[in-house]
């Protein structure tokens, strides 16, 4: 059952904040807010809510985290790394809300449904204002309100379990792209991975609320879509209307103005011979395939809990390239998986070989606790984990520039997103293959899919003109 934000309480609480914000700054200018992001597209997707809800509020971007007056981290939880660096900036943050008091720190996002993460900041970090956890983002505006007319903590965190509310504003990053989540949590627990305990288990939106975004969307100037979920292929499989991943592809390709379909995460053991046919019919289903490996090796797949073997994730590969001759193939790896040995890895490096990905992100395994690895006592040592990395590296960074390199010369279709972030003076976008092309193109291209000929090529983008 889809859950709806109550919209009359949403707006008063809105209304109450706003009444109130020309107070939180001594010299009474409406207060600025700052969004750190951690993670997955999911979490870019739902930092989107927060800064719809916050400006709806009257709060204005701030161009960094020590000049805002609000700041908001939006955490992962999928590797330790990007959890440190969340306590890192909470450290720094310190300081700096004793010289401004007024000063609002949130926390949120998959870190806060860990138990002990919570209770470490409410011990350690008194400083911190506001924790949502990852099904109550909506409470932004109440919890908002509560903390000015309290003066207290306010800590919101639902259970992992139930929907995320529909309807809740969000403030688009890009004019003519957006992600669309279609689906939460996830049933697989693989052994190394905490996803499924902080966020819960699998659920699909109903295909009318899809549709219904995408309609909206494409009113909105959207050309290009994302859908997102940790495992697409499984979509429907919590609805009472049988539908499936394929049929959903289907009626999104009907949505007028709509002209690119992309979508994120494909697991191999799910799937199907008709979701590529699908792919390879369907014009504006973009011809790229993100099919997280993991590692090469049976024995390690098998103690990872995937569910697929190194042949069949290579027969479903090949299946891909025979209907896409052009598709690109991108993967997840993880390196030093506990019990990993040398001719385990080579495996992995066998399968980057003879793949050849255009892009591979790769993963130093870390151990999270909860999950079944983080117990084995056959941990890999951080020297030989990076030595791995870095010959996996080696191999995949070769093939990256080459792949790319045989886009020289050809003439791509290229989404024109607007002037570039590190260089306003050219223009980047994707091809439908996900490839980043930075060129030089009229303004009046902005927002269409203009052709581009490639004419350079790096490991991480292309250069090109247009034609
Ligand atoms: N250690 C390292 N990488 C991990 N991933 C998930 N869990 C871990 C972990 N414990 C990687 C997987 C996944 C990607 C999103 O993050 O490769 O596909
Ligand atoms: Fe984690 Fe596996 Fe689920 Fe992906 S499919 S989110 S790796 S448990």
Same mark, same amino acid.
């Given at each position: 059952?889809?859950?709806?934000?109550?919209?009359?309480t949403?707006?008063?609480y809105?209304?109450?904040v706003r009444?109130?914000?020309?107070?939180?700054r001594?010299?009474?200018?409406?207060?600025?807010?700052?969004?750190?992001t951690?993670?997955c597209?999911?979490?870019?997707?739902?930092?989107?809510?927060?800064?719809?809800?916050?400006?709806?509020?009257?709060?204005?971007?701030?161009?960094?985290?020590?000049?805002?007056?609000?700041?908001?981290f939006?955490?992962c939880?999928v590797r330790?790394?990007?959890?440190?660096?969340?306590f890192?900036?909470l450290?720094?943050?310190?300081g700096?809300?004793r010289?401004?008091?007024?000063?609002?720190?949130?926390?949120?996002?998959?870190?806060?449904?860990?138990?002990?993460?919570?209770?470490?900041?409410?011990?350690?970090?008194?400083?911190?204002?506001?924790?949502?956890?990852?099904?109550?983002?909506?409470?932004?505006?109440?919890?908002l309100?509560?903390?000015?007319?309290e003066?207290?903590?306010?800590?919101?965190?639902?259970?992992?379990?139930?929907?995320?509310?529909e309807?809740?504003?969000?403030?688009?990053?890009h004019?003519?792209?957006a992600?669309?989540?279609?689906?939460?949590?996830?049933?697989?627990?693989?052994?190394?991975?905490?996803v499924?305990?902080?966020?819960?288990r699998?659920?699909s939106?109903?295909?009318?609320?899809?549709l219904?975004?995408?309609?909206?969307?494409?009113?909105d100037g959207?050309k290009?879509?994302?859908l997102?979920?940790?495992?697409?292929n499984?979509?429907?499989?919590?609805l009472?209307?049988?539908?499936?991943f394929?049929e959903?592809?289907?009626?999104?390709?009907?949505?007028?103005?709509?002209?690119?379909?992309r979508?994120?995460?494909?697991?191999?053991?799910d799937i199907?011979?008709?979701?590529?046919?699908?792919?390879?019919?369907?014009?504006?289903v973009?011809?790229?395939?993100?099919l997280?490996?993991?590692?090469g090796?049976?024995r390690?797949?098998?103690?990872?809990?995937?569910?697929?073997?190194?042949?069949r994730?290579?027969?479903?590969?090949s299946?891909?390239?025979? @209907?896409?001759? =052009?598709?690109? *193939?991108?993967?997840?790896?993880? /390196?030093?998986?506990? +019990?990993?040995?040398?001719? $385990?890895?080579?495996?992995?490096?066998?399968?980057?070989?003879k793949?050849?990905?255009?892009m591979?992100?790769?993963?130093?395994?870390?151990?999270?606790?909860g999950t079944?690895?983080?117990?084995?006592?056959?941990?890999?040592?951080?020297?030989?984990?990076?030595?791995?990395?870095?010959?996996?590296l080696?191999?995949?960074?070769?093939?990256?520039? @080459?792949?790319? =390199?045989?886009y *020289?010369?050809?003439?791509?279709a /290229?989404?024109?997103? +607007?002037?570039?972030?590190? $260089?306003?003076?050219?223009?980047?976008g994707?091809?439908?293959t996900?490839?980043i092309?930075n060129f030089?193109?009229?303004?009046?291209?902005?927002?269409?899919?203009?052709?581009?000929?490639?004419?350079?090529?790096?490991?991480?983008?292309?250069?090109?003109?247009?034609?």
């Amino acid at each position: 059952m889809t859950e709806r934000i109550d919209f009359e309480t949403q707006a008063r609480y809105i209304q109450e904040v706003r009444e109130r914000i020309g107070s939180i700054r001594p010299d009474r200018k409406p207060p600025t807010y700052y969004i750190r992001t951690f993670g997955c597209q999911m979490n870019e997707n739902e930092s989107e809510k927060y800064t719809g809800m916050l400006e709806m509020m009257g709060f204005t971007p701030a161009s960094d985290m020590e000049t805002a007056d609000f700041v908001l981290f939006n955490t992962c939880c999928v590797r330790e790394n990007a959890e440190l660096k969340v306590f890192g900036h909470l450290g720094a943050l310190k300081g700096l809300k004793r010289e401004k008091p007024w000063m609002m720190i949130a926390v949120a996002g998959c870190m806060m449904q860990e138990p002990h993460v919570v209770e470490e900041i409410k011990n350690k970090y008194k400083h911190v204002d506001l924790v949502f956890g990852t099904r109550n983002i909506h409470e932004l505006p109440k919890n908002l309100y509560e903390r000015l007319t309290e003066e207290k903590c306010v800590i919101s965190v639902y259970d992992t379990e139930g929907y995320i509310p529909e309807g809740v504003p969000l403030k688009r990053e890009h004019k003519y792209k957006a992600w669309l989540s279609i689906m939460y949590g996830c049933n697989n627990f693989c052994s190394y991975c905490i996803v499924p305990y902080v966020r819960g288990r699998e659920r699909s939106r109903a295909p009318f609320d899809i549709l219904e975004e995408a309609r909206i969307l494409a009113e909105d100037g959207v050309k290009e879509i994302t859908l997102l979920g940790q495992n697409v292929n499984s979509y429907g499989k919590t609805l009472e209307e049988k539908t499936d991943f394929t049929e959903l592809l289907y009626r999104l390709s009907e949505v007028k103005g709509i002209e690119r379909i992309r979508f994120m995460t494909s697991h191999p053991k799910d799937i199907s011979d008709s979701l590529i046919i699908a792919m390879s019919e369907l014009d504006k289903v973009c011809k790229h395939l993100h099919l997280p490996l993991q590692a090469g090796s049976d024995r390690i797949l098998k103690e990872m809990n995937r569910r697929y073997t190194k042949q069949r994730y290579m027969d479903i590969v090949s299946f891909a390239r025979e @209907k896409m001759p =052009r598709i690109a *193939i991108t993967t997840d790896i993880i /390196v030093g998986f506990p +019990g990993e040995t040398e001719e $385990d890895f080579l495996e992995t490096l066998d399968v980057v070989r003879k793949t050849e990905y255009d892009m591979a992100y790769t993963f130093i395994y870390s151990v999270r606790k909860g999950t079944k690895a983080a117990e084995r006592e056959d941990q890999i040592p951080k020297e030989v984990k990076n030595n791995r990395f870095q010959r996996l590296l080696e191999v995949q960074d070769a093939i990256s520039l @080459k792949k790319n =390199r045989e886009y *020289i010369g050809r003439i791509e279709a /290229v989404l024109n997103e +607007g002037p570039s972030k590190t $260089d306003k003076t050219v223009c980047t976008g994707r091809t439908d293959t996900n490839k980043i092309v930075n060129f030089m193109a009229p303004e009046d291209t902005v927002g269409e899919i203009i052709n581009v000929r490639i004419t350079d090529a790096g490991a991480w983008s292309l250069e090109g003109e247009t034609v």
